[in-house]
């Protein structure tokens, strides 16, 4: 039995057992009208009275016509919300895409890729090549391994029709280089005349953009894009000089095609181009 303390008076406060509360309580419910709940046995045995189901299961069409119709009602009175939204509030002005103005010698392609590729890009290609070829030990006067094909050091104007032939290799679009050399193809490439495909390879196989490891710092296996950073500088500089950017620009990734094998490159079949490298470009 538990212990009774005369300090909680909780209970005797919450409880009213007063007779007004009592007759209040027997004069508001009428125990007489209320019917007492069915069992569920009763439902069971009740017998089946198929008018009863048929009035029911017309009530429901009915209910079903009732509500399609005034989905339709609903429907004829919608009214489709304005397309055009009210644009942000802007407190500067608009700036269109525009180029600024350029020198007055510029009046044909070449012109236009030559204020791109500067002297100084084509210096970086010839000079950079050429270390990389000695720094590999490329078979010539000084080295005369019968492993290695003859090599001789680029000039300037081959790195030009190297470059030019490559530009046109992208164009076309292949995956075979010796085809076009080829000389039993239906197709004859004129710009191949002025470089054999030997000479071709040679210069592509020792391509050198960055200055070779023997005089710098060795680039990360993680950092290997640095080994493109001295040109992509170049061309950042005279695209930021020449290319003025409008006001709406969106930074979006892209895919640089590549089927040769690198572990840096990505698959994505889904994709439109499905392997190669991905970068992430400012657009406008």
Known sequence: ??????????????YDSSPDSTSEIDENCNYENLEPERDAEEFENAPWN????????QLDQLHARQLAQL???????????????????????????????????VCSPIH??????????WDLLVRNTNAYA????????????GKLRWWKA??????????????????????????????????????????????????????YISPPPFTTTRIPLSQWHLKLEPLASMLRTKFQTYVILSQNVSFDEMMIPFSGRLVHILKMPNKPIKKGFKVWALCD
């Open 50 to 57: 198929p008018t009863a189901q048929l009035h029911a299961t």
């Open 71 to 105: 989905h339709a009602n609903i429907k004829a009175r919608a009214e489709l919300p304005d397309p055009s939204y009210p644009k942000l509030p802007r407190h500067w002005p608009f700036r269109p895409f525009d180029v600024r103005t350029l020198p007055d010698y």
């Open 154 to 207: 680029v000039t300037l104007y081959e790195m030009r029709i190297f470059i030019a032939l490559l530009i046109y290799i992208s164009i076309t679009g292949t995956s075979n280089l010796e085809s076009f050399w080829a000389k039993d193809s239906n197709t004859i490439h004129k710009p191949m005349k002025f470089m054999s495909f030997y000479h071709f390879e040679q210069i592509k196989r020792y391509l």
């Open 1 to 14: 039995m538990a212990p009774h303390s005369d300090s909680d008076t909780s209970s005797e406060s919450e």
């Open 134 to 145: 000695q720094y590999k030990e490329a078979r010539g006067k000084g080295n005369k391994s």
């Open 112 to 121: 236009y890729f030559e204020l791109f590729w500067t002297p100084e890009i």
